[in-house]
């Protein structure tokens, strides 16, 4: 770790004097003074930590003096200094931890109805209202993008934002399978039924980091169906956009002008490509060293709400709660708490590697 903070002093020292030399180079002093304030808050603690270490080999030596009192003393001060070091070196441990670019960003979040007919759907809007619901308690703002319901209440298919920042670094690990327990309404011998649904986390990407030719894409416009099927509007304002490459298709109809609708699905589209060119990224690391808390790929089953134990557990760190209610209602935070430790554990022991 010693190399590491020497190496961004030295970095920081560096951008110092190429700051007064720059003139009226703008473009360039503007990215210097960026990387500036970005390495500055770990500088100062950095140099806090090195002239601590330093006080503490001065004061050892102070251990040998012929004084009682004075050898009395610097153990003291070596007492205090060690828990400086200490708290130091974990501040440092956790500025150090690399930061996914992503975690300020608004997210677009995808639900789907997956095994399990009717019940999937309703538990898929259960989903929604909660996700709905813990955005309430952040003061984020929830827009619908696509949404595919059922005739019972129940959601095919939900794809919506939430905007507030760290958006993202909040709910990233709910992407994949969730599953649920329960006695569906309609069972009448009292039957426990598991159902599931995929639940998607994408990071609202910037247009200039995804470029989506035009010839990529093929555009087709129809008139937006409600539920059941019945058509909701007389013009053709849904905007299905498949992309050729991949094969991908996304759909909106839920905006009132077909540009709107065109925009909100160009917008899903290039959020998911970008997620695609993540995972890519990542695919080595990850086939090397696996998390507690797994990929975060829609195979994975990564939680169960079982009703008749009013439980809900999330397999990939083995915590249950026993609020399942209070849990469909937002009060998720226990969960996202402990998923984001872990995670934060596992970059910390590269960084001490």
């Known amino acids: 770790m010693l190399e590491k903070l020497t190496g961004i002093i ?4 560096e951008i110092e004097a190429q700051l007064t030399t720059v003139g009226e180079d703008y473009s360039t002093a503007i990215e210097l003074s960026k990387e500036r304030a970005e390495l500055e808050p770990i500088v100062t603690q950095a140099r806090a930590y090195q002239q601590t270490l330093e006080r503490i080999e001065e004061t050892k030596r102070l251990l040998d003096a012929d004084d009682e009192e ?5 153990e003291m001060e070596l007492e205090s200094l060690a828990e400086k070091r200490d708290k130091l070196e974990d501040r440092l441990k956790s500025m150090l931890v690399p930061k996914d670019p992503r975690d300020q960003r608004n997210v677009i979040m995808e639900i789907r109805a997956g095994t399990g007919g009717d019940e999937a759907g309703l538990f898929a809007a259960d989903l929604f209202r909660m996700y709905s619901r813990y955005a309430e ?3 984020w703002n929830t827009e619908i993008l696509s949404l595919h319901e059922t005739g019972l209440g129940g959601i095919k298919e939900v794809s919506f934002m939430i905007k507030g920042k760290g958006a993202f670094s909040r709910l990233k690990f709910e992407s994949g399978v969730h599953r649920v327990q329960r006695v569906p309404e309609t069972e009448s011998q ?3 039924h598991t159902s599931t649904v995929t639940v998607a986390v994408l990071a609202e990407v910037d247009d200039v980091e995804i470029d989506i030719p035009d010839s990529d894409i093929s555009i ?3 008139k937006s169906a409600g539920a059941g099927g019945q058509s909701v509007q007389k013009n053709s304002t849904a905007v299905r956009i498949t992309h050729l490459p991949t094969g991908m298709v996304v759909a909106c109809q ?3 002008s077909q540009l709107q609708n065109k925009m909100r699905a160009m917008s899903i589209l290039r959020a998911r490509l970008y997620e695609i060119e993540e995972q890519k990224k990542h695919a080595e690391e990850a086939a ?3 998390s507690q808390i797994g990929s975060g790929e829609r195979s994975e089953k990564i939680r169960t709400y079982n009703f008749p134990q009013n439980r809900v557990t999330d397999h990939r760190i083995n915590l249950s709660s026993y609020n399942l ?4 209602d937002g009060d998720i935070d226990n969960f996202i708490d402990e998923l984001t430790l872990v995670d934060e554990a596992e970059k910390l022991a590269l960084v001490e590697e």
């Open 288 to 290: 090397t060293r696996r």
């Open 70 to 74: 004075m050898r009395a003393l610097a």
């Open 325 to 328: 209610f209070g849990v469909l």
């Open 254 to 256: 839920d905006e009132r």
């Open 10 to 13: 030295d970095r920081f020292d």
């Open 137 to 139: 308690r952040q003061s």
């Open 190 to 192: 009292g039957r426990i």
């Open 220 to 222: 087709d416009v129809y």
